[in-house]
């Protein structure tokens, strides 16, 4: 096919359809198809090399090559030729194939004669399945239109490789999705879970990937396009007056729905004989090809634009909802590639656990699922192109692990783990109503960190003295407009009620840095964790931060009321904000509302700077609150949302320990209650530390709180101690190690 033509290409498809139809095995159905692609490609070789296990590729099926090299000849990714095609996912086309960069002689294959080297990865929506090869004796550049021809053919190798086309015997043809799969993610939220997957957005499956009528196929096109067009159009008008950021999105849709080139690509595919779907599917799967590849993030989010809108044209054309029919198991783990808060709460608590492909560990998604309690793991590189409806998966939200389809002594172990925190839990559950007093006599009081009303039956369950913190951010967060303040108050009444009697401690909403409002309009700042956010924002737009400040003062009505203002970085911010507080406490009297019986203001001490502030801060404090995670950060200079850096500091290194206990003697100095909030409180170690310097509070998640008290009451505080000042004056980076070793001794003892 040297001057190839779109009937050439066409014929090429039917050829290949005749073959996939026949009743044959896969190998008998790959043999075949090498003979009609080197035949219609007028070359002496064509050669399917196919993934045997994530690193390696395996000769398959050739016309042209050894015969005795299929299944013998195997490559690891980016070896040879072939093995840059697979790891690139980009085409490599030469004439003189011995001098390309890379190219590795196959001795057993016979190939010695051949210089011209045409490779083509086979992929589908990312998925790199394997490569597809045609060669010749010929020095010869091959040309763009064999160069697309090749391109369409692996397109259509892969979507019957998905359906199952060329199973056979060894790994390389084996089925896919039935095999046991190990992924490794991030930690969104501790817990493990084992249940069955359920998939946020089923994959859209396309059954018919070559068409006899092109012109059938490009009017199915024009129909589907113009009726996405047009639903892009009525959400945009939808949208213009709310969140900006939604309306920049979906002008992006707007424009690539409306891209002459998308188009025109598209029509090529269908003129070359591939159906409207695996036309859409052909340019969505070089899309996606293509955002691994980029560096630029602005450029990733459009790429990702326009895998979202394919999807969307994808089930228009095929009348494959979202709403598939598929049931939720009994033991749901969703499967995304992400998810906003709001959509995540309408599943609510009926999830084991949930698996992210993308996320980070302050989304919004994350929040939700600490706030959930939900096992969560994020950054689970392959879950959507791996994951069917229904795949049995355990879920291991301490290590950041997903086992899909796991073998049996995985399960086994497995449960073995889930079965010894069940009885942990029973053992938590027996001292629930006791104190946390260590056994030289100290008390240390344990409360809950919440953001929802789901939380609220936590602080009973769990034995927690109260809520240390009850985030107010997430209300703003689930909705697509600003709440009302009856709405608020009639929160905040619903949250002090449920709390009975007990404290909660109210923070005032911490937007900006990774939590933007869907109806504010973001900030293009290059380090949003250190801009304007919480405090700095509230005080730079009061209107918002009254109307919470009076939704706290009318919920209260006589009963007890605790506000702390967050990130705050210096006296005078708090200084303000207090005042702001105290004026509208004026207001409301003024205005007849009853007040609250009793009224503490504190801060959250999240910002290194505000440890120095003048003694007068701490007087005029009546709490504080170490906010543990954004201090870490700042304390290490290490963002907590890089991957790269964020494990690196340790939370027990003894520089940390130490400015701990240096803020928890200025609070004694001028006897401000001060307590330790953020996920290292929830940690044993970490909280057997925390109380060694001094902290007499914790607030952590409720889960954390038996396991906290079952540590504290066990331990002689004056000893642990010792054993932290002995580490620190040897010179010891971390007490890590020391506090590990003493632990075990005194297992060993008893």
């Not at 998810?339 to 656990?353: A, D, F, N, Q, T």
Request: glycine share 8%; aromatic share 6%.
């Amino acid at each position: 096919m040297a001057d190839s033509t779109e009937s050439e290409s066409r014929k090429l498809l039917g050829r290949l359809r005749e073959a996939l139809a026949e009743d044959s095995e896969g190998q008998e159905r790959l043999d075949h198809i090498t003979h009609l692609i080197a035949d219609s490609m007028a070359t002496e070789v064509c050669s399917i090399y196919l993934f045997r296990d994530d690193e390696t590729l395996e000769l398959c099926a050739t016309e042209g090559l050894k015969a005795e090299a299929v299944h013998q000849t195997r490559m690891r990714l980016g070896e040879g030729l072939v093995g840059r095609v697979a790891k690139s996912g980009s085409v490599v086309n030469s004439a003189d194939a011995p001098k390309e960069r890379g190219f590795r002689y196959m001795p057993e294959t016979g190939e010695e004669m051949y210089s011209s080297f045409l490779g083509v990865p086979i992929q589908r929506l990312g998925d790199a399945l394997g490569v597809l090869v045609v060669q010749s004796r010929t020095a010869r550049e091959f040309s763009e239109d064999e160069v697309y021809a090749l391109e369409v053919v692996a397109m259509v190798l892969a979507e019957m490789a998905e359906l199952g086309a060329f199973i056979g015997e060894g790994a390389a043809l084996s089925a896919r999705h039935q095999h046991p799969v190990m992924i490794r993610g991030g930690v969104g939220q501790e817990g493990t879970a084992e249940g069955h997957v359920f998939l946020h957005e089923p994959r859209v499956v396309v059954t018919n990937p070559i068409a006899d009528d092109p012109h059938a196929e490009r009017e199915r096109l024009h129909e589907a396009v113009d009726t996405l067009r047009m639903s892009v159009d009525e959400m945009l008008a939808g949208a213009m007056t709310g969140d900006t950021e939604q309306v920049k999105v979906l002008e992006a849709y707007r424009m690539f729905a409306n891209s002459k080139g998308w188009m025109r690509r598209m029509e090529e595919d269908i003129a070359r004989g591939l159906s409207a779907e695996a036309a859409v599917e052909k340019e969505q799967s070089k899309a996606r090809a293509r955002m691994s590849q980029v560096p630029d993030a602005y450029l990733r989010e459009r790429l990702h634009d326009l895998d979202d809108l394919s999807n969307r044209l994808l089930r228009i054309l095929t009348g494959q909802g979202k709403d598939t029919g598929a049931e939720m198991p009994s033991d749901p783990v969703l499967v995304a590639r992400n998810i906003g808060p709001g959509e995540l709460l309408e599943y609510g608590r009926s999830l084991k656990g949930i698996i992210l492909e993308e996320g980070s560990v302050g989304s919004h998604a994350a929040i939700v699922a600490r706030a959930l309690a939900i096992p969560l793991v994020i950054n689970a590189d392959r879950i959507i192109t791996e994951a069917l409806n229904g795949d049995h998966v355990l879920v291991d939200g301490e290590q950041g692990i997903v086992h899909l389809r796991p073998e049996d002594s995985i399960k086994t172990a497995f449960r073995d783990k889930i079965a010894m925190q069940t009885t942990a839990a029973e053992k938590y559950s027996s001292i629930r109503e006791l104190p946390a007093i260590t056994k030289d006599g100290t008390e240390i009081r344990l409360s809950m960190n919440a953001g929802l009303m789901a939380d609220l039956p936590s602080l009973e369950s769990s034995g927690a003295n109260g809520v240390g913190l009850f985030r107010t951010e997430l209300q703003f967060l689930i909705r697509n407009q600003m709440p009302k303040r009856g709405e608020l108050v009639a929160l905040y009444q619903r949250v002090l009620a449920a709390a009975d009697g007990q404290k909660v401690v109210f923070r005032t909403l911490d937007i900006g840095s990774d939590k933007v409002l869907p109806y504010m309009k973001p900030q293009e700042e290059p380090n949003p964790a250190m801009g304007w956010r919480a405090i700095r924002l509230g005080l730079d737009k009061p209107g918002v931060m009254r109307m919470q400040l009076q939704a706290f003062i009318r919920a209260c009505a006589g009963r007890p009321l605790s506000v702390m203002f967050p990130f705050v970085a210096q006296f005078d911010e708090y200084r303000v904000a207090r005042a702001l507080l105290e004026k509208e406490l004026e207001n409301e009297a003024r205005l007849g509302h009853i007040l609250p019986e009793s009224v503490e203001i504190g801060a959250m001490l999240e910002t290194p700077s505000l440890a120095y502030a003048p003694t007068q801060f701490f007087e005029s404090c009546d709490f504080i609150s170490i906010g543990g995670n954004d201090l870490k950060q700042f304390f290490f200079a290490a963002d907590r949302e890089n991957e790269r850096v964020r494990k690196r500091y340790d939370s027990l290194n003894v520089s940390f320990l130490s400015f701990i206990e240096q803020i928890v003697e200025r609070c004694e100095s001028t006897n401000t209650p001060v307590s330790f909030c953020g996920e290292d409180a929830g940690r044993p170690l970490e909280a057997l530390c925390f109380a060694a310097m001094g902290l007499r509070t914790l607030s952590m998640r409720p889960a954390s709180i038996g396991p906290i008290k079952s540590m504290l009451r066990s331990i002689n505080l004056a000893e642990a101690k010792s054993v932290i000042d002995e580490a620190r004056n040897s010179g010891a980076q971390s007490v890590r190690p020391a506090i590990e070793e003493w632990l075990r001794e005194r297992v060993d003892a008893d």
